[in-house]
Each structure stands twice: as structure tokens, then as C-alpha cells.
């Protein structure tokens, strides 16, 4: 936890000091007190003398260069604190304590939502403490190190606290000059609060800055690096650098060598991977301008395209400390089942009820004769919109239409789809206990590694290879995302549905339409006919019906492949399903892998055939291309197929994060 550290760094050096002239020496003394302060064993019970309140000192959350920060209880109330612990002997200096009395008195000024609330300080013999909130969701640096990268979504949820709590230091004239993620602290309420003011200043006209080199190397900017002193586009560019580790999972100049890093600042050099949406390009470009004039104020930063153009969650879950959000949206299939419903039970009470009682079902069949006649009746008055030709219709519906085999209305979807969701089969069982699946994690390594060796290794070209291979596997061709109430429902080119359901389980109606495969755990397998369903799967049959129902009614096919059916391949079923802003990822127990992108409905499919790997690629035009991936090797492809095989390789990976 990053709350505590007030360091400088010296240009050219990875050790952190005070003072550079006496660095050496501090640095001995600084170990030698830390330890004899560490081997005193400190009261458990703090009092303090002004007020009279008893704390109790708790676990500790984190430390920094001259303190450590513990969790601490008012015994009186029971309220929690955030507390940062000094020794006296580490402030024993007469710039060490005004050090830390200007930090004081400058957090205890500040009020804001997004500012860590300061509340008290006070002394004893031993030490000085401050009282801060408590955040008990810790920082976003631990939200990064247990997901590995944020989505876009979230990025924008997180970067519009920062800018509004930014935006009022800058306005009290003061300058973070330490933004990071350790010291973005989340509360709770998965409320956003900037922390840590130890190097925080007044902001000072250009001529009378300090002109000290400090802060975390990875975020300062060139101007700080070249004794410039820090100004507002300093915070700025910081700001940058948050965004894309938020994104990206490391910072922009980050490498194995301090003095690299800090060349790589200095001429603002630093790469955007292709899987990055050009919105989040073009912000990240302009906040990491190498002149300061030139990067965005503020208000700039909210009114760009990044924000404008894209979907911004009112609210965060406290799963996304661990794991990708499921953010709620009004999706077309979901408005097409809730108008069926409404057609054929009336009443909000009645559909209430339905649902309420759907998973007690037990006359299955005449409930599906019942909902397909009223299901049609939805359709004549509210026909689907279905893209031809790979183009946008004409005009775009007033509300939401049924979507295509892409999910949604090609020229909207990217403006409506904009959260990540996923399923896992055997994520969790009915009693919600959570599964270890050593399988998945062989399917998704075999498949990254496939994948990556490919693009690491194969040349540049202008065109795709063409070789006119016939296909033998299977692949998603209709797909609804029901997730906010069922499951991710999908049919195959056999006509296979299958249904990954919300509680982990998978259940498949095979193209004769009567027989069912149910999976609990992965290659456990339940056959029986639909007729036939013991009693407590009757529901999820039925729900497996409403979704082969509405694809055949509704969607269209995704592309054309040209399919040689291969009966001695084993069945088919989803393990895991993935959705970003940009694109839908499938992956299969077999390892077939499948990515469709929303703005084109162009597909990459992976598979394995004949023990060799096969990419198609399906194109804008719905027509497909098959190579194999020794092919590829040898010939390239073109910058175009290279960026998505990218981008679905980026998605794979984030698959569990």
C-alpha cells in the first residue's frame, strides 16, 4: 500500500532518498530504526491523550518510506481507520518533521468525495498518528494485481473519480505530483478516494518551482525528469500513464533498466498495441504529450471521445476486485422474452409469477406450444432487423431490435455492448461452491500457446493465403447473450444449441431436437430424451427450448463455411464465453476457439484438424477462408488478420482476470 511513501528518486538511480548528499548514511540508519522499531512490540491499545479515545490497532495494510499504516478501531464507536504510524525517530530531523506537519496540514484542508477523508492527528512518546478513511477495497494497484487488466468500461468509471477529485486539488492550486495506482483507495462502496499527499505541493509560478526529481519513476514526466518542476500537466501526464496500465496491465515506459525508463519519458516513446480501441489510443496519446502545453486540461480529458463515445457503469460490483464485471443492459433478446411473456401471461403480476415460477415447470411441453405461438405473435408485431450483404440497414430501429447472429444491430452494437461478461461451465455447482478444473486451464494454455507462437513467428504479408480446404469442425453460427437471467445460449453448424447456464452448468439439444446432453462438470455427461427429463432439469429444458426457438425464428446464419461433417469428433460444448466493447469470445472443450467483432461481424475461428491447427477467417462479406496455420507460418497474412488474431489472443488471455 503506497498511502505512506513520501520519497524522492535521484535521476539515473532505482534507490529511493531524502536527500542525495546523504543518502548512503540515511539509508543504514533508516534499516537499523525500522528494525528496532519492528522488534518493540507496540500496544495494542492506543490512547489518545487530547481526546480521550481508545483505538485498537488492527492489521496492517501497508508501509512506505518513514511509516506503516494499520487498521485501527474507536473502541468508543467502533468506527474503522486507515492510521499512519511515525516514529518519532524517523522524523527526528528538522526537515523530516515539517515534512510531515506540511502533509498534515495540507490533506486536513481538503473535502471532496473522491479525496481521502482526513480526520485527526495526534502524538505520544513514541509516534505520530493520522487518522484517515478507511478504505477496506484497498487500492486499485490490488485490484491490477489480481485481474491483470481492467476493461474499458471500468477504466472510464475509475478515471472519471480521479479527474473529478484531481480537478479539485488543481482548483485549491495543488499538485498530487504522485499519482498511481497504489494511491487510488477504494472504499466499500467501490468509490474511487486519491490518497497519499506526502509529496503533494502548492502549485507555484514557473519561475519559483521546485525543481526536485520526485515521485515514482514508471509515471514521471519528461518535464519533471529535466528539472523543469512539476505543473498541472505533470498530474496530467501521470494520469496517462494510469490509463494505460489500467488497460494494459504494465506502465507505458516500464523496462528492465532505470536509466531506459527514464530515456523512453524523456522522448515520450512508448508503444500502443493493436488491441487497444483508437478512442483509448488518441487519449492516451494526447495525455502523454511530451510537451506539457499540449496535453489535455481536465475537462478535456471528460469530454473526449473515450467518454462520449462509450458506456460508463453508474456503479461497480465489489466481484470486479477479482474479476471482470457483469454489468446489467437492456439487451434485445432480454426485451424480446420480457415482450413474449407479456403477451402471454398480460399483466405485470402474471409475469411476475411466470418467471417466479419457471423453475417449476413440470408440464413442459404445453408451456413451449403456448409461448411459440405468442413468441411468433412478438415477431409480426416487432420484426428483427437482419443485415444483409454485410451492410447496416438503411435506418435505424426506434428501440432495440432482436439481434442478428451477431448479437444486436451491426452499426449500434459497439455503442450499446460495452462491459465484459463471462461464463465458466463448472465455475460453480448448485450449492455455489466453486470447482478446480485443472482441464480449463490446459484448453485455454494450449490454445494461447498455439496462437502466440503463431504471431510471433509468421511474416508480414499483404494478403491472406488461400488454399480451398474443406472444413470438418464445428463452429457458432447464431448466439443470444441472456446472461442477466439465464445464461449464453448459442447454436452450432450442426444445428446443435447448447446453453451455458448462469450456475456453471451446460446443457446441448442436438440437432434431432430430442436428445439433450447435460454437463455439470467437464466431461461429465447426462443423456436423455427431451420427453424423457428427470424432474429437476425440466426447467433448464425448457429455457434450452426458448432458445432454440428464437435463433431459428430470429437469426441469421454467421458467415459461410463450407462444413464436411466430421462424426468421429467428439461433442461439442462451451467452456467459457467472454464480451468486451469490441468483440465476443467462445472457447470449446476441444479448444476450439471462436472470436466474432461486433462493428463488421467479421469471425476468427481456431481449431485443431488431422493434428494440425486450422484458422478461418470469415469476412465482411460472410465469406470465409480457411488456412492452416503451418501455412501461415511460412506466408504471413495481412496486417488486418494479424491485429485480430492479436486482439483474440489478448482476450484469451484475459479470460480468468
Known amino acids: 500500500m503506497d498511502i505512506l511513501r513520501t520519497i524522492a528518486y535521484q535521476?539515473?538511480?532505482?534507490?529511493?532518498?531524502?536527500?542525495?548528499?546523504?543518502?548512503?548514511?540515511?539509508?543504514?540508519?533508516?534499516?537499523l530504526e525500522d528494525n528496532s522499531h519492528t522488534t518493540q512490540e507496540m500496544s495494542r491499545i492506543i490512547s489518545d491523550s487530547t481526546t480521550g479515545k481508545c483505538y485498537c490497532r488492527g492489521k496492517v495494510l501497508g508501509k512506505g518510506g518513514f511509516a506503516k499504516c494499520y487498521e485501527f478501531t474507536d473502541l468508543g464507536s467502533g468506527k474503522m481507520y486507515a492510521v499512519k504510524i511515525i516514529p518519532h525517530t524517523r522524523v527526528s530531523k528538522p526537515h523530516q518533521r515539517e515534512k510531515i506537519d506540511r502533509e498534515i496540514e495540507l490533506h486536513r484542508a481538503l473535502h471532496h468525495k473522491h479525496i481521502v477523508q482526513f480526520y485527526h492527528h495526534f502524538e505520544d512518546k513514541d509516534n505520530i498518528y493520522i487518522l484517515l478513511e478507511y478504505c477496506s477495497r484497498r487500492s486499485l494497484a490490488h485490484i491490477l494485481k489480481a485481474r491483470k487488466v481492467l476493461t474499458e468500461p471500468e477504466v472510464r468509471y475509475y478515471l472519471r473519480q480521479i479527474v473529478s477529485g484531481l480537478k479539485y486539488l488543481h482548483e485549491q492550486e495543488i499538485l498530487h505530483r504522485d499519482l498511481k495506482l497504489g494511491n487510488f483507495f477504494i472504499n466499500e462502496a467501490m468509490e474511487l478516494k486519491i490518497g497519499d499527499f506526502g509529496l503533494a505541493a502548492k502549485l507555484e509560478p514557473v519561475e519559483n518551482r521546485r525543481r526536485t526529481i520526485c515521485g515514482t519513476p514508471n509515471y514521471l514526466s519528461p518535464e519533471v525528469l529535466n528539472k523543469q518542476g512539476h505543473g498541472c500537466g505533470s498530474d496530467v501526464w501521470a494520469l496517462g500513464c494510469v490509463m494505460y496500465t489500467m488497460?494494459?496491465?504494465?506502465?507505458?515506459?516500464?523496462?528492465?533498466?532505470?536509466?531506459?525508463?527514464?530515456?523512453?519519458?524523456?522522448?515520450?516513446?512508448?508503444?500502443?498495441?493493436?488491441?487497444?480501441?483508437?478512442?483509448?489510443?488518441?487519449?492516451?496519446?494526447?495525455?502523454?504529450?511530451?510537451?506539457?502545453?499540449?496535453?489535455?486540461?481536465?475537462?478535456?480529458?471528460?469530454?473526449?471521445?473515450?467518454?462520449?463515445?462509450?458506456?460508463?457503469?453508474?456503479?461497480?460490483?465489489?466481484?470486479?476486485?477479482?474479476?471482470?464485471?457483469?454489468?446489467?443492459?437492456?439487451?434485445?433478446?432480454?426485451?424480446?422474452?420480457?415482450?413474449?411473456?407479456?403477451?402471454?401471461?398480460?399483466?405485470?403480476?402474471?409475469?411476475?409469477?411466470?418467471?417466479?415460477?419457471?423453475?417449476?415447470?413440470?408440464?413442459?411441453?404445453?408451456?413451449?406450444h403456448r409461448l411459440r405461438q405468442d413468441l411468433r405473435k412478438a415477431c409480426i408485431s416487432n420484426p428483427p432487423c437482419?443485415?444483409?450483404?454485410?451492410?447496416?440497414?438503411?435506418?435505424?430501429?426506434?428501440?432495440?431490435?432482436?439481434?442478428?447472429?451477431?448479437?444486436?444491430?451491426?452499426?449500434?452494437?459497439?455503442?450499446?455492448?460495452?462491459?465484459?461478461?463471462?461464463?465458466?461451465l463448472g465455475s460453480c455447482s448448485s450449492s455455489s461452491e466453486c470447482l478446480e478444473d485443472s482441464t480449463m486451464g490446459n484448453v485455454v494454455d494450449t490454445v494461447a500457446r498455439v496462437l502466440r507462437g503463431c504471431l510471433e513467428n509468421m511474416p508480414e504479408a499483404n494478403g491472406i493465403p488461400k488454399e480451398g480446404l474443406n472444413c470438418g469442425f464445428q463452429w457458432v453460427t447464431k448466439w443470444v447473450d441472456y446472461s442477466n437471467k439465464y445464461g449464453f445460449g448459442y447454436q452450432l453448424s450442426d444445428h446443435t444449441v447448447g446453453v451455458l447456464f448462469n450456475n456453471g452448468t451446460h446443457m446441448s439439444l442436438?440437432?434431432?431436437?430430442?436428445?439433450?446432453?447435460?454437463?455439470?462438470?467437464?466431461?461429465?455427461?447426462?443423456?436423455?430424451?427431451?420427453?424423457?427429463?428427470?424432474?429437476?432439469?425440466?426447467?433448464?429444458?425448457?429455457?434450452?427450448?426458448?432458445?432454440?426457438?428464437?435463433?431459428?425464428?430470429?437469426?441469421?446464419?454467421?458467415?459461410?463455411?463450407?462444413?464436411?461433417?466430421?462424426?468421429?469428433?467428439?461433442?461439442?460444448?462451451?467452456?467459457?464465453?467472454l464480451k468486451s466493447d469490441r468483440a465476443l469470445m467462445m472457447l470449446f472443450n476441444d479448444g476450439t476457439f471462436q472470436v466474432n467483432f461486433y462493428h463488421d461481424h467479421t469471425k476468427i475461428i481456431l481449431c485443431s484438424q488431422s493434428e494440425e491447427y486450422l484458422l478461418t477467417y470469415i469476412n465482411e462479406e460472410r465469406v470465409s477462408t480457411a488456412i492452416r496455420l503451418s501455412v501461415l507460418l511460412r506466408r504471413g497474412c495481412s496486417q488486418d488478420l494479424r491485429n485480430r488474431m492479436e486482439y483474440a489472443l489478448n482476450m484469451l488471455l484475459q479470460r480468468c482476470h
Open 247 to 368: 488497460l494494459l496491465g504494465r506502465p507505458p515506459f516500464e523496462t528492465t533498466n532505470l536509466k531506459e525508463t527514464y530515456r523512453c519519458i524523456r522522448e515520450a516513446r512508448y508503444s500502443l498495441p493493436s488491441m487497444l480501441s483508437p478512442q483509448s489510443k488518441h487519449l492516451i496519446s494526447r495525455m502523454l504529450a511530451r510537451n506539457p502545453e499540449e496535453r489535455p486540461r481536465l475537462d478535456d480529458i471528460l469530454s473526449h471521445e473515450f467518454f462520449s463515445q462509450g458506456f460508463t457503469p453508474d456503479r461497480l460490483s465489489s466481484n470486479c476486485c477479482h474479476m471482470a464485471p457483469d454489468l446489467q443492459y437492456t439487451s434485445p433478446a432480454k426485451s424480446f422474452f420480457k415482450k413474449a411473456a407479456a403477451a402471454l401471461f398480460g399483466g405485470k403480476k402474471d409475469k411476475a409469477k411466470y418467471f417466479e415460477t419457471l423453475n417449476k415447470l413440470t408440464k413442459e411441453e404445453e408451456d413451449i
Open 11 to 31: 535521476p539515473g538511480n532505482n534507490k529511493m532518498c531524502e536527500h542525495a548528499h546523504n543518502k548512503s548514511s540515511e539509508t543504514r540508519r533508516a534499516k
Open 386 to 424: 437482419r443485415p444483409e450483404d454485410g451492410k447496416p440497414p438503411a435506418a435505424l430501429p426506434a428501440k432495440p431490435a432482436a439481434p442478428t447472429n451477431d448479437g444486436g444491430n451491426k452499426p449500434q452494437l459497439r455503442d450499446t455492448i460495452h462491459m465484459i461478461v463471462r461464463g465458466t
Open 510 to 577: 442436438l440437432s434431432d431436437k430430442k436428445t439433450v446432453q447435460y454437463y455439470a462438470e467437464l466431461g461429465q455427461c447426462m443423456v436423455f430424451n427431451t420427453c424423457e427429463a428427470p424432474e429437476q432439469f425440466v426447467s433448464q429444458v425448457t429455457i434450452l427450448k426458448y432458445f432454440t426457438h428464437y435463433m431459428e425464428e430470429n437469426l441469421m446464419d454467421g458467415g459461410d463455411v463450407r462444413n464436411v461433417t466430421d462424426i468421429s469428433r467428439p461433442r461439442l460444448y462451451l467452456l467459457q464465453w
